[in-house]
């Protein structure tokens, strides 16, 4: 269990707008009508054989993993596609999620700044401790200074990923 504390009504009050907006944005849809079902097919076979591939072969740091470049060109034709029903709703073990958002991490410079606030905020709502990690990692690769209040706000059941967030919101606000 992830342990969310607060150092003020402020910051209280910015986590709980986040996550009605979270409970809205994932709730709704971001894909435009006019994609066909087949469109989507094409992608969810994409996705598929990227699951194939992380499970065959480790995602290893200094490394382009064959299913990175697959699931890039995915983010950018369709990122809020792939973070609404890849990251948010997978039904993959914790494993794969990790790799996912590890990879995002590295390619993801072309989602905005919603679906980051997403995965970063999925990421350290989960109970596994990797997906937690790699989602600090992710925003420090991204580099957006808008991530910061969610990254200064958490509060880990592990004090060094605590620290190691905070750290990294620090940084980001310049």
């Known amino acids: 269990m992830i342990h ?6 402020s ?3 910015i986590h709980q ?11 709704g849809s ?16 994409k996705i598929a054989n990227a699951i194939e591939l992380l499970k ?14 697959i699931l890039q060109k995915i983010v950018e034709s369709v990122p809020e596609f792939f ?13 794969i ?5 590890k990879i995002l991490g590295r390619v993801g410079d072309d989602l905005r700044t919603k679906e980051k606030a997403k995965i970063l905020s999925f990421g350290l709502l989960s109970e596994n401790i990797e997906i937690r990690d790699v989602a600090i990692q992710a925003a420090e690769l991204w580099e957006n200074n808008e991530l910061s209040p969610i990254l ?14 905070h750290s990294v919101g620090t940084d980001l606000q310049g």
């Open 4 to 9: 969310i504390g607060y150092a003020s009504t």
């Open 83 to 95: 973070v609404n029903n890849y990251i948010l709703y997978t039904k993959q073990n914790d494993a």
């Open 17 to 27: 707008q986040l996550q009605r907006t979270l409970n809205t944005e994932v709730s």
């Open 152 to 165: 200064l706000v958490h509060k880990d059941k592990e004090h060094w990923l605590t620290e190691y967030a």
């Open 56 to 69: 065959d072969t480790p995602l290893l740091d200094g490394y382009t993993h064959p299913a990175e470049i």
């Open 11 to 13: 910051e209280n009050n």
């Open 30 to 45: 971001f894909l435009t009508v006019n994609k066909t079902e087949d469109f989507f097919s094409e992608h969810r076979l």
């Open 97 to 101: 999620v990790a790799d996912f958002i």
